[in-house]
Each structure stands twice: as C-alpha cells, then as structure tokens.
C-alpha cells in the first residue's frame, strides 16, 4: 500500500497565512501540517509516499527532503485536483491511498481504511455534515454522490479526505479521469467528482467510518482549531 498526497493547490481560502507557504507546511505543535500526516501514515505501515507539488513547491522539498519522493503539476493555478491527479495518473497502478494535504487525524483511521477489501473505499463522517466539507448520499450502502453542490440539508455525512483504492479501482479511476479531461469542461473539479460516474457504471463505492476525531486545514479558522487541538499527533516521524 502507497500513499498519494495531493498538495500542489494554492490554498488561497487560507491567505494571507498562504501567500508565501503552502498549507502542508503551516507549523502546528511544533512540526508542519505535512510532518503530521507523514507521521501518521508510518504509525499506519504506510511508508511509500508521493507528494504531488505544485505551488511553492521548493518549499515543501527543503522541509520534507526524501523522506517522500516528488511528483509535479505546473498548471495548478489553472485547474482543481482532478487535473492534479489526471496528470499524475501513472501513480494510479497499485493498492493506493489519496489523500488531501491538508487533513489530520489519528492513525487508526488510516490502518482501518488501508485494510478494506473494496476497491473504492472513502473515509467518512456520518456524525455530522459539515458546511465547508464534500457532502455524501449513499443508496444501498454504496456512496452515489458527493461533493458540495449537495445541500447540507440532503447530505447524509461529509467525506473526510483519503480515498484508498485497490489496483483495478485505481487503474479504473484513471481512466475515469481520462473521460473528463476528453471531454471537457472538468478543469475545475474535484477528483473525487469520476467516483459518482463510476457509480453509475456499477462500481461500488464504499463508505468507512472515521470512527474518530478529524481536522481539516481549509480556512483560518480551521487552522485556529487545529492549533487549539492535538489529537492527530501521531509522534515522530
């Protein structure tokens, strides 16, 4: 199992903490964003990591050195993750978590998601659905949609984040995102937007509990909430 985090965006709902370091690299308890993460993917056995850098990415580089290896996406300013991911689909080709760069949490939630058997599976908060977060609807216990446009009032739960994705799930994907970039009109999207089209072909997307307390860093007050919280420390890298 390998690691994929996604980490090239500009993070400008952030500014101005933002303007001159990337999210994955705001201090929190004395280590960066990312230092968190890192941490607890080695507390979950998960040791082959990529990052996939974009803006200021030399910055992350100097900080994390070759504790990952590196993937780059130039037009991050032109595009969301979808074309991150799409761009980077060669990593698609094995058992696989991806992962936002700016989500913390214990890691018991990343072994229990590691180890579904599904090929999708998505981390999920079913306790609540969140304004600022992708909101899910499931039918038949299989998630059929996500994502912002649905109202808080019809989400049933927010996803978390972190997608883990077998071999053929993540080779499917990938071709998924194939479809969008030939079509068009998908720039701005989410990669997690192909998942509700594979959903309508037949594929099962599986939604797992958190079953935990879980941070994301999007917004000033969310990082004041993550300073006021030490939850996901997951000890030394």
């Known amino acids: 199992m390998k690691a994929i985090i996604l980490a090239a965006g500009l993070s400008s709902r952030l500014h101005p903490l933002t303007l001159e370091i990337p999210k994955c690299m705001l201090p929190l308890h004395g280590k960066t964003v990312m230092e968190h993460q890192l941490g607890a993917l080695k507390a979950a056995d998960?040791?082959?990591?990529?990052?996939?850098?974009?803006?200021?990415?030399?910055?992350?580089?100097?900080?994390?050195?070759?504790?990952?290896?590196?993937?780059?996406?130039?037009?991050?300013?032109?595009?969301?993750?979808?074309?991150?991911?799409?761009h980077c689909r060669d990593l698609l080709d094995d058992d696989?978590?991806?992962?936002?760069?700016?989500?913390?949490?214990?890691?018991?939630?990343?072994?229990?998601?590691?180890?579904?058997?599904?090929d999708y599976a998505l981390l999920v908060d079913r306790t609540r659905v969140l304004e600022n977060t992708m909101r899910i609807q499931t039918e038949n216990g299989g998630i059929t949609d996500l994502g912002g446009h649905i109202p808080t009032r019809e989400g049933e739960g927010n996803f978390v984040g972190i997608a883990k994705f077998s071999s053929a799930g993540a080779k499917t994907l990938a071709s998924e995102l194939d479809a969008m970039i030939a079509e068009g009109g998908h720039e701005d999207k989410?990669?997690?937007?192909?998942?509700p089209r594979l959903a309508r072909k037949g594929a099962v997307i599986e939604p797992v509990d958190i079953g935990t307390p879980w941070l994301e860093i999007d917004t000033n007050d969310e990082y004041e909430a993550a300073i006021a919280a030490d939850f996901y420390v997951a000890g030394p890298n």
């Open 96 to 118: 696989c978590l991806v992962m936002f760069a700016d989500v913390l949490l214990p890691p018991a939630a990343l072994t229990r998601l590691a180890a579904h058997p599904a």
């Open 46 to 86: 998960i040791t082959s990591v990529t990052v996939i850098v974009g803006f200021l990415a030399d910055v992350i580089r100097q900080s994390i050195g070759d504790r990952v290896t590196y993937a780059t996406y130039d037009r991050f300013r032109e595009t969301n993750n979808l074309g991150t991911l799409h």
């Open 190 to 195: 989410y990669y997690v937007q192909a998942l």
